[in-house]
């Protein structure tokens, strides 16, 4: 590859600064030869013809940090190129850099989220010495893991993992490896050199409308958890945008209420119209920048209220309060929303995430049980 600092001048009159990375050639399938090239605009410009001694100043100090940019990419590069390595970075513990990772999870992501991290990091430490460094990391190391995952992982029952699980596990440790990638700790990205596991069709447990009436007259022993847990049902908000809804994003336009927030998990702006009874049990109105549901947190003690909670209701499901998230999108499809409008609502980015409810819901498969006649049986 080859890297270079480039100029170009504008409509405006100044020039812009930007990179320019040459991957090479190759022919296209008119069998003309075509340039690879990708750009890098550092928002940096100069005057294209000072006037004045402060002009003159500014473009030497443009040029000067732009140059600086320019050697530092060049630096990147062979660093990766050569496998050159931080050598203060390379000497990090991994084990504890996975650690802040999971940490940064239960601060901004949902408690499902943050359980996978969390779960991966126990693993994590029965085959990774708590003294290796990043320096230590290669290719094989990387499987070693996967096979770990892929053979001999057990759950606290002392059982296999599941295909999902391992899955899920195994790509929170890649995740990790990417990042650490990105932030300089690894001269190459180790994550692409094995393949992930294949991902099983998982079951999404979800309440039935009858049982979420249950749950709506039974006693939950803290009420702001009911309350979250009920508005996730009716609204399909994910546990970390409940959790971080302050009262600006609640926008009451009459009859009609609303929130307006951005997705945690997808970092997408969402409209999200809710019904007058979601909109009851977000209470009175409070002061824009506090939070909705305040005291609400992520924790086993919640998480086991809920389990207990469903018990006094008669529901005996393993419920999580991501379950909410799956009742709406159920509840929508069966009572006659489309498939569209139920993935606009819950934010998927492809509509075959929302079909995977469809499949629940399908109604003729549900026409089929009935269709053999009855028999009459002597037992």
Not at 105 to 116: E, I, L, P
Not at 162 to 173: L, R
Not at 285 to 310: A, H, S
Request: proline fraction near 2%; hydrophobic fraction near 35%.
């Amino acid at each position: 590859m080859k890297i270079t600092l480039k100029q170009k001048k504008l409509t405006n009159g100044k020039i812009s600064l930007f990179i320019e990375y040459y991957k090479g050639s190759s022919t296209n399938n008119q069998g003309k030869r075509i340039h690879i090239r990708d750009f890098e605009y550092l928002k940096l410009y100069l005057h294209s013809e000072p006037n004045s001694a402060k002009e003159k100043k500014e473009n030497k100090e443009t040029m000067a940090l732009a140059e600086s940019i320019y050697s530092i990419r060049k630096a990147e590069y062979f660093q990766g190129r050569y496998d050159l390595k931080d050598k203060v970075k390379s000497k990090r513990l991994f084990l504890v850099y996975f650690e802040e990772l999971t940490e940064e999870k239960q601060k901004h992501d949902s408690s499902n989220n943050y359980g996978n991290w969390f779960s991966t990091l126990q693993h994590l430490k029965k085959i990774v010495p708590p003294n290796f460094t990043f320096d230590e990391i290669d290719e094989n190391f990387i499987k070693k893991v996967k096979n770990y995952f892929e053979n001999d992982a057990l759950t606290k029952s002392e059982i296999p993992l599941s295909q999902n699980s391992k899955y899920s596990y195994f790509n929170k440790f890649k995740a990790a490896i990417r990042q650490a990638f990105e932030d300089g700790y690894l001269p190459i990205n180790y994550a692409t050199k094995v393949k992930s596991f294949e991902q099983a069709e998982s079951q999404r447990e979800y309440l039935t409308f009858d049982e979420l009436q249950s749950l709506g007259t039974a006693e939950c022993k803290y009420p702001v958890l009911k309350k979250a847990f009920l508005f996730s049902c009716l609204s399909g908000l994910r546990w970390s945008d409940i959790n971080t809804l302050i009262w600006k994003e609640v926008r009451d336009e009459g009859d009609i209420s609303k929130v307006n927030f951005r997705q945690e998990k997808t970092d997408g702006v969402e409209y999200l119209y809710i019904s007058k009874q979601a909109r009851e049990l977000l209470g009175e109105r409070q002061d824009p920048q506090e939070r909705v549901f305040k005291g609400l947190k992520y924790g086993m003690t919640y998480n086991t209220e809920i389990i207990r909670w469903c018990n006094r209701a008669g529901v005996a499901k393993h419920i999580t309060f991501h379950s909410a998230r799956h009742t709406n999108a159920v509840l929508l499809l069966e009572n006659g929303a489309d498939i569209y409008t139920v993935s606009k609502r819950l934010g998927h980015r492809e509509l075959r995430t929302t079909q995977i409810y469809a499949k629940i819901v399908d109604s003729k498969a549900k026409e089929a049980a009935e269709i053999i006649p009855q028999l009459n049986i002597d037992l």
